[in-house]
């Protein structure tokens, strides 16, 4: 199954020394905690970015305009949504 992260607010810079991570806090929750490098900008709006997880690069929407750049490491919270089924 492919996932977005959606419901985006914020989203922070991180020094290099922080491990990427995908964390779930709440079991069966969408909730959502990354740590994670921006592999890809896709417009003002959204961009892709991979935590080191096995699902590689996810795309990830902002309420925001955010301004990144590839490569920068971030962090935020969000809302998993489906896509699509493969």
Request: a negative charge; hydrophobic letters at 45%.
């Amino acid at each position: 199954m492919e996932v977005k992260i959606s419901l985006v607010a914020c989203v922070a810079g991180i020094g290099a020394h922080d491990a990427l991570t995908f964390q779930q806090p709440l079991l069966g929750s969408p909730s959502c905690e990354v740590r994670a490098r921006v592999t890809d900008v896709e417009n003002k709006w959204a961009f892709r970015c991979d935590a080191g997880s096995e699902h590689g690069a996810v795309l990830v929407e902002v309420e925001k305009p955010h301004g990144l750049s590839i490569g920068q490491l971030v962090y935020f919270r969000g809302e998993l949504v489906a896509v699509d089924e493969r």
